[in-house]
Each structure stands twice: as C-alpha cells, then as structure tokens.
C-alpha cells in the first residue's frame, strides 16, 4: 500500500512539472519534496525542516516543501533519477554520488583526508572550481546542487573489533556503499566490501551479515549502530561533502530572488549542521561509553599512507586536479 501510495505521489509530481514545463518559464509557486533515507531522529533531518520552512517564511509561501524521510521515496539512487528527470524532488546526497552523473572530478572532493577541518570543507564546497562542476552538473545531468557543505562529521568505523591498523580490516565485511570512492579506499585495504542499503545496516549488524560499517558519531547514534556492535575506532577517514540537490527543471521554475534565498538558506543550513555536529561529537562519545562501547585511536599515518593509492586510480581526472582541490580548500 505505501509502494502504491508513493507511485501516485510521483505521477502526480511529474505531471505538475510537465504542467510548469509546458507553460510560463516561471510558476508562482513550486512545492519541492524534500527525500533522504536516513531516518528523521537524524540531525541533517532536522535542520532541512527548519531550513525549509525559513525558505517557506522568507518566500512568502511561493517555496513550499513536503518531508520524506526513511526513503519513503525510494534509494538515494531513485530519487537522484528522479530529480534529474525534472520532478521537484530534492535530494540529500553527497559529492561521490553526483560523480556518477557527468562530472567525475567530483568524487575527489571525498577521498580519504582531502580536507583537514570543517573550515576548509565549506571553503571548498563553495568556492568557485565547485561551483565550475555543479553547472556542469546542471546541464549534463539535469541535477542541480543547493548546497554541499552539510558536514556531518569526520566518519569512524564501527564493528565487532577495533581496527587501529589498516591490516587490522583484511577479510573484514563491512557495509560500503557502491559508489566508486568508498570501493577503491577500502577494497585496497583488503576488506571484504559489502553492499547494503542504509536503512538495512542495523539489521546486518544484528545478524553478522557484516560485521563493521563506517560513519560519523552523530549517524551512528541516529541509526542505532552502536546497539548491536560495540567497538568504535576513530580514523576521520572521510568528511563526506553532503547535501541537498534538486531537479534543475524544478529550480528554474523559481524565481531568480526566490532562488537566492533556497541557496543562501540552505547553505546556511549546512553551516547550522557542521556546528552542531562538532559540538554533538565528546557528548555522544560520554553517551556512548556509558552504554558499553568501547573506543580505540587509530594510527592516522598508516591509515593515509594505506590510502595514498586511491588519487591516482581515476584515470578520467584531469592532470593537476588534486592541487587544485587542495588549492581551493587552503584558500593558498
């Protein structure tokens, strides 16, 4: 029933925007769902709403949002389809994802240690080689960034062991994405890939379908992860470029003022969620201690020089695109 229900949301949807499509250039107003599949105890759930309704407020009502959480419109995957198919969904996604839809350059941007801090994230999220590639993006893909600067935190793995040594993951399966960046950082590693849905890893974890997963402490509390496995190794491998990307089609339909809010507001947002995060971070550590889980450092250094491999194996990246990026991150 609730499958049956989403299919006529979304026909309902792609006929409204073949409606606006059809028409003027701009509409008066424009509803935009808003879909993620993580669940709506999760901090970047909470700050999008507040962000949309600011959005909402700011607009006088001619931007309005519907919430959907838990992939109630489906995968991340599906619901990218669907934005750049021009219905007004929008999206929360990350840097890797997008790299899939034209502009591979943007997978770097979320290779292991790229950025050193959260400072050097929002500079390069908004700087102008980024804004190069989300242009590209809109017109190769139909897809248009909002923003990337939701930051969620370093992310650290969590398992049935510790992993303080890049050999301490061979033959070790854990929950990895497939997504080309996450594959050629781990794999590499000798662990044992394995692909499961987000919304599936707490039951994988359960039932020893893996046996470690990877995240940023305020995911791992939102999905539960640190009930069924108890051992957290902090390695800060990635700090994942997120946030929300929508049908250009959609956009467009917006006015130019209008557009300027969305984009100031949900960048706004991102910075909103980066702070608290940071601030969230020694509060879930205590919380989660006295819960029983156990945390152990991780040798950073080895954990770099394992990993140093993956900014050669894009043969599709321009020469010099690692300088550039760095480049843009210091602001030098």
Do not use: C
Request: aromatic share 8%; proline share 5%; charged share 20%.
């Amino acid at each position: 029933m609730n499958r049956l229900i989403s299919s006529i949301r979304l026909l309902t949807a792609a006929a409204t925007v073949t409606t606006l499509l059809s028409g003027a250039a701009l509409a008066d107003d424009v509803t935009i769902r808003v879909t993620t599949v993580n669940p709506p105890t999760g901090e970047s759930w909470k700050e999008v709403m507040a962000t949309a309704e600011r959005v909402t407020q700011r607009t006088e009502g001619r931007v309005k949002f519907e919430g959907y959480p838990s992939g109630q419109l489906g995968t991340t995957t599906d619901s990218i389809e669907q934005a750049s198919q021009g219905l007004p969904i929008m999206t929360f996604t990350s840097a890797s994802f997008l790299a899939g839809f034209g502009v591979p350059e943007l997978s770097i941007v979320e290779g292991p240690f790229i950025v050193s801090n959260a400072e050097e994230g929002e500079r390069l999220a908004n700087s102008e080689l980024m804004q190069g590639f989300y242009d590209r993006l809109a017109e190769a893909s139909g897809l248009r960034v909002v923003a990337l600067n939701w930051f969620d935190g370093p992310r650290h793995m969590i398992g049935t062991a510790a992993y303080p040594t890049p050999d301490d993951l061979k033959g070790v399966r854990m929950r990895v994405p497939p997504v080309e960046t996450w594959l050629k950082t781990f794999e590499p590693m000798g662990v044992a890939a394995t692909t499961v849905e987000a919304a599936e890893v707490y039951s994988a974890l359960s039932q020893g379908v893996v046996t470690a997963a990877e995240a940023p402490l305020t995911g791992i509390r939102a999905s539960g992860w640190h009930e069924p496995v108890k051992e957290i190794t902090l390695t800060g491998h990635f700090n994942l470029f997120l946030g929300w990307v929508m049908s250009d089609a959609a956009f467009q339909q917006i006015s130019e003022a209008d557009r300027a809010i969305l984009l100031e507001e949900f960048r706004k947002g991102g910075q909103n969620l980066t702070k608290q995060s940071i601030d969230l971070e020694s509060g879930i550590r205590a919380e989660f201690e006295s819960k029983g889980v156990t945390f152990h450092e991780a040798d950073v250094e080895a954990y770099r020089a394992a990993t140093a491999g993956f900014y050669k194996s894009f043969p599709n990246w321009p020469e010099g695109l690692y300088e550039q990026v760095r480049a843009a991150a210091t602001g030098n």
